[in-house]
């Protein structure tokens, strides 16, 4: 009996075993692609764990830019443009750098002084990421500590007909986007400013051009030598039109050459490069023509001639090399005999 008990339970056992295995093979059959385990690839042994990089010296370097690139290592900004800093570049083409080392008695970019270089390059770059749709007409502070007490010269954009940069550099190819800003490809490479750039540059100081150049004071405002830093109020068109209607007289062309130079005289201060804080009320200065004008501070710049006409300050700290120009509204007039 207790021999058949025994079996009995064995062949029990069985069943339940068999029956087991039954549902592990149904459960098989139902399982589905998500639930099956994928084995892991074998990891790629030429994967470094690094992503290629778009700077804007990977930029330029792959889109034919190779005089901007070796300037940029000759002044030791490769580093500056390759980091994760975003800028705005402006970026002379070969031709460009080709034309401005002709012009500047260059044989090659080796015999451009290193500081020199950098300072040239900086002129060309902006803070963060400036779009083309972003620029407006104005003034704009560059990176290049080239001002005589080493303040970050401007840059004039005019946005009238494309991009114009100081006058003389056009944007050919615009917003080109890197991983650290912009760049946009420009016709000439962008030379340091001295003050006479900006009376060229900018439309609203063509009469003051027109004054330098026939007065022979071209030569004497763009010297970095004689004189300098220079601290200049620049009339206006606008300026020298109303000057023109009080004088009654039809154009420049009706004012003696005497007299234009000792009005052009009257709006330079010698030896000063006096920005806009470092200006007082009441401050008396005296001018490259000899007599002296005064300068109120208060909601607005103001200078007052000797004659008792007072002329308002209303773009300020155009920064050049050899010093600095702060445009006004009224010419100011000296004691003419």
Request: with cysteine; glycine share 6%.
């Amino acid at each position: 009996m207790n021999f058949i008990l025994k079996n009995a339970k064995l062949s029990f056992l069985a069943l339940i075993i068999g029956f087991s295995f039954s549902a592990c093979d149904e459960e098989d059959d139902f399982m589905t692609e998500n639930e099956m385990v994928t084995p892991r690839p074998d990891p790629d042994p030429t994967d470094d764990g690094t992503s290629e990089t778009n700077t804007i010296v990977d930029f330029a370097g792959a889109n034919g830019f190779s005089s901007l690139v070796a300037a940029v290592e000759a002044a030791d900004l490769t580093a500056t443009l390759s980091g994760e800093t975003n800028y705005t570049v402006f970026a002379p083409t070969d031709e460009a750098f080709t034309t401005f080392l002709s012009d500047n008695g260059f044989a090659s970019l080796d015999e451009v002084p290193e500081d020199v270089l950098k300072m040239i390059l900086l002129n060309h770059v902006q803070p963060g990421l400036l779009m083309a749709g972003d620029l407006t007409t104005g003034y704009v502070e560059s990176l290049a500590e080239a001002g005589p007490d080493g303040e970050n010269v401007s840059l004039y954009i005019n946005t009238e007909a494309g991009v114009v940069l100081n006058g003389i550099s056009t944007v050919t190819s615009a917003d080109n986007e890197v991983d650290n800003g912009v760049v946009h490809a420009v016709d000439a490479v962008i030379g340091l400013p001295d003050v006479t750039t900006f009376a060229v540059a900018d439309p609203s100081l063509s009469l003051l051009e027109t004054s330098l150049i026939r007065e022979d004071l071209v030569t004497t405002l763009a010297s970095s030598d004689t004189n300098t830093p220079f601290t200049v109020f620049a009339p206006t068109d606008e300026a020298f039109a109303a000057l023109l209607t009080e004088l009654e007289a039809d154009s420049l062309d009706d004012i003696d050459s005497a007299t234009l130079t000792a009005v052009l005289q009257y709006h330079v201060i010698t030896e000063n490069n006096v920005t806009s804080d470092e200006l007082s009320d009441g401050m008396t200065v005296t001018t490259l023509q000899g007599e002296d004008i005064t300068i109120n501070v208060g909601d607005q710049v103001t200078i007052t001639d000797v004659n008792g006409r007072v002329s308002t300050v209303i773009e300020a700290d155009v920064q050049a090399t050899n010093g600095v120009i702060h445009a006004i509204d009224m010419v100011l007039l000296p004691t003419l005999d």
